[in-house]
């Protein structure tokens, strides 16, 4: 294709976009909010993700507290009694200061806040590591059998409960998507209509002198992908600041560690970026498919 | 140059538009294609662009038969048959030049021979000082020639022209008729579909009459053999 012909196609786009200004606002406008409510949706569901990959990794564990009364000796038999549990790998041995000290590790800047605590509350505690997480439930149920356990810690229902409900916002979100971009589609086919009757003429004379189908089409994909990619640059700046935002005041105003379980403005801006624009230019391509096959025999 | 082989078309299964068509037109022919309306004219036009596929038989262009062509090559088919038609189809908002460019232009013809084309055939339909007027500045007859120019602009080999006197009077139709007899001296095959009588009968061309789908005359240096 000449430089010319490119030059002559995005041209055209571009003056069916100006042509309808209206419908191309229509359609821009369609794509931008259909990609803002999936990026709210992308939003939800990769930090319940990272969430539930945070807690799979420290559940992936069993912390049993163990009573304050037990002496040294109970204690490492007891030990040697979990690790000969079936499933169990390893276990770890916790110690009172030991949890205060990792506490203020996670705490971090504000660490020294808990300075001012005068007893240390915190039980000594094994931390069983299990070959993999379906046998925790087994293990568990041996645990209880065990005296001289205060509590069993064990987040699998966590877990669990936390990826269905980020597999069921993934499933809603999904259908309000299809639906949403089905609906933009639309949008941009109509709009590529009404740049197809204006054109009507001109594309009648250009079969007659021999235009090639795609020479013909080409303006009209173009005018869609530039209808969707601009939705898409409008999505990815609401999304940006929305989250900025919003990841500012989690992190910032309320949780002290949140800032560990929030996926980054970066993270987040890196995955969307490619979804929102192939997804709007796909649903700009689409569009004038639709129309094209619709309205333009060539 | 151009062949029908037993082509008949139907429309919607019962409307039958083209019988049994045989037909040889040689290269540098002229030819007249005449007939009441709904005789076929426009069907064997439309056959002949690949609008519209025959329903039996084959039609060949150059030895090629043109009804086993894919629809991705049809646009280089009619960058060899051209068309002018009744209500010369200009673009209102392009120049006379910018519209005989634009036929260059959308086959992707370079701009050095876009710049030696289109004065040429303006030249060949008497319009080079009308070259940035638009379109709703000229006459019928100037408009014409400007359909004319943007048809042979890209050297076809064959021209068909579709009652192109139809929106004329006879004197300017006459102008139109000498360009067609020019661009025909340089080669270029003609088939006009006309209603024209006093045209057809002083030209002394072949004549094919059409009549309810048949050929029922084809005579050279025919007259137009109809009372309107």
């Known amino acids: ?298 | 140059m151009i062949q029908f082989k037993n082509v008949s078309k139907t429309y919607n299964k019962t409307n039958q538009a083209l019988i049994n068509i045989n037909l040889e037109i040689n290269k540098g022919d002229f030819i007249f294609l005449v007939g009441p309306s709904g005789a076929g004219k426009s069907t064997f036009i439309k056959l002949l662009l690949k609008e519209e596929e025959p329903t039996e038989g084959n039609i060949f262009v150059e030895h090629q038969d043109i009804t086993k062509i894919s629809r991705r090559k049809t646009p280089y088919l009619r960058r060899n048959i051209s068309v002018v038609f009744q209500d010369f189809r200009l673009l209102p908002n392009k120049t006379v030049y910018e519209n005989i460019a634009f036929a260059m232009e959308v086959i992707e013809a370079s701009s050095r021979e876009i710049r030696r084309q289109v004065p040429m055939v303006l030249g060949m339909v008497g319009l080079s000082d009308k070259a940035k007027q638009y379109p709703h500045e000229l006459s019928g007859g100037e408009r014409q020639r400007v359909s004319i120019a943007r048809a042979i602009v890209n050297n076809p080999s064959i021209l068909i022209a579709d009652e192109p006197t139809g929106n004329l009077d006879p004197e300017t139709a006459w102008e139109i008729m000498k360009v067609l007899k020019q661009i025909n001296r340089r080669g270029t095959t003609v088939v006009m579909a006309t209603h024209a009588k006093d045209i057809v009968d002083t030209m002394q061309q072949r004549v094919i009459a059409l009549e309810k789908g048949r050929i029922v005359r084809d005579q050279h240096k025919g007259a137009y053999g109809y009372e309107d």
Not at chain 1, 15 to 34: E, Q
Not at chain 1, 111 to 130: A, F, R
Not at chain 1, 134 to 144: A, G
Request: glycine share 6%; charged share 20%; hydrophobic share 50%.
């Open chain 1, 1 to 298: 294709m000449k430089i010319r012909t490119i030059n002559y196609m995005i041209k055209q786009g571009f003056i069916g976009i100006w042509r309808n200004r209206g419908m191309s606002i229509a359609s821009i406008s369609s794509v931008a909010a259909s990609l803002a409510v999936l990026g709210v949706i992308i939003t939800i569901v990769l930090n319940i993700n990272n969430l539930s990959y945070i807690a799979q990794m420290q559940f992936d564990t069993i912390q049993v507290y163990l009573e304050d009364e037990l002496t040294v000796e109970e204690i490492s038999t007891l030990g040697q009694d979990i690790t000969a549990i079936p499933g169990v790998q390893y276990v770890e041995y916790e110690s009172k200061e030991d949890a205060l000290n990792k506490m203020k590790e996670q705490w971090g800047e504000q660490g020294h806040l808990l300075d001012v605590l005068e007893d240390n509350t915190l039980p000594n505690s094994y931390v069983i590591h299990v070959e993999n997480i379906e046998v925790s439930d087994d293990v568990v149920k041996e645990l209880n059998n065990f005296a001289g356990i205060e509590e069993v810690k064990y987040h699998k229902d966590i877990v669990d409960n936390m990826l269905r409900i980020a597999n069921f916002i993934r499933a809603i979100g999904l259908g309000l998507i299809l639906i949403l971009i089905l609906v933009a589609m639309f949008i941009i086919a109509n709009t590529i209509k009404l740049t197809l009757n204006a054109r009507k003429q001109e594309i009648n004379i250009m079969k007659y002198v021999g235009a090639t189908n795609w020479f013909i089409r080409w303006p009209f994909f173009i005018e869609g992908m530039v209808l969707g990619l601009i939705g898409a640059v409008i999505a990815l700046i609401f999304v940006h600041y929305g989250y900025q935002y919003t990841f500012d005041l989690l992190t910032t105003r309320f949780y002290v560690m949140l800032s560990v379980y929030v996926v980054s403005v970066e993270e987040m801006m890196s995955k969307t970026i490619p979804v929102f624009t192939v997804l709007g230019a796909g649903v700009g391509a689409l569009g004038s498919i639709v129309s094209l096959r619709k309205h333009l025999r060539v």
